[in-house]
């Protein structure tokens, strides 16, 4: 099993659609996050979760809504998204939040969506 | 606010040495990191500097002088499989996660 596995890893989708992005750890980790990665613009931090409590909301808009039901699973779910929201999202875990330590995350391959 | 900025593009040739240079501006700073991403795949940690001076793995270097708040990757010997982007990153000031920069594409020709 690699490390952070992110199904699917391609997804098309309508405005008025409801699908779901998710994320499975196998390193033992106990945080986890979901980033959105655009052309030319950095990787932007939306959601964390520490010991599956969610810790930091990057005033993400509500048509995006995370779930972590355990340390080796978070979802993404997503309703009535918009074409801007086309993009690629990473998951990453990291042994414990980033502050204590070395800030090494481990990302997934993401899943690409593209909202028509 | 928070940011980090690098260089958009970068060229060199195979064998050649490459420094990437981030400055950033951060609240609560505790270190720089640096990833590297390949076109598709996932981004993979390369270094870590939380005290000023240079650390070495390999070909690849980092570099941090925390009174400039600035920091480099530097890449030596270089191959065509260096050809990726690179991030460099830090800690959000709430300590909770990392923000990253825009990214340096290095495109590595023969």
């Known amino acids: 099993e690699t490390g952070v596995t992110q199904t699917p890893r391609h997804l098309v989708m309508g405005m008025t659609n409801k699908k779901s992005l998710k994320c499975e750890q196998h390193?033992?980790?106990?945080?986890m996050y979901w980033y959105k990665q655009s052309a030319k613009k950095p990787l932007e931090l939306m959601f964390v979760?520490?010991?599956?409590?969610?810790?930091e909301n990057n005033s993400v808009p509500s048509r995006f809504s995370p779930e972590c039901p355990n340390s080796s699973h978070l979802f993404l779910h997503l309703h009535t998204l918009q074409p801007e929201d086309s993009a690629l999202y990473l998951c990453?875990?990291?042994?414990?939040?980033?502050?204590?330590?070395?800030?090494?995350?481990?990302f997934g391959e993401g899943s690409r969506l593209t909202v028509l | 606010g928070q940011s980090l900025e690098q260089p958009s593009e970068v060229t060199a040739v195979e064998g050649a040495i490459v420094q990437i240079n981030c400055t950033y501006q951060?609240?609560?700073?505790?270190?720089l990191s640096w990833y590297q991403q390949h076109d598709g795949g996932a981004p993979t940690f390369l270094s870590y500097?939380?005290?000023?001076g240079l650390e070495e793995t390999g070909r690849f270097s980092s570099f941090l002088s925390r009174s400039d708040s600035y920091g480099y990757l530097l890449l030596q010997e270089l191959q065509m499989k260096d050809s990726a982007s690179y991030f460099c990153?830090?800690?959000?000031?709430?300590?909770?996660?990392?923000?990253f920069g825009k990214g340096t594409t290095l495109s590595v020709s023969s």
């Open positions: 990453a875990s990291s042994q414990e939040s980033a502050i204590r330590g070395a800030g090494e995350l481990f």
């Open positions: 390193l033992g980790h106990n945080a």
């Open positions: 979760y520490n010991f599956k409590e969610q810790t």
């Open positions: 951060t609240s609560g700073f505790y270190g």
């Open positions: 500097n939380a005290l000023d």
């Open positions: 990153a830090a800690l959000n000031q709430a300590g909770t996660a990392l923000i």
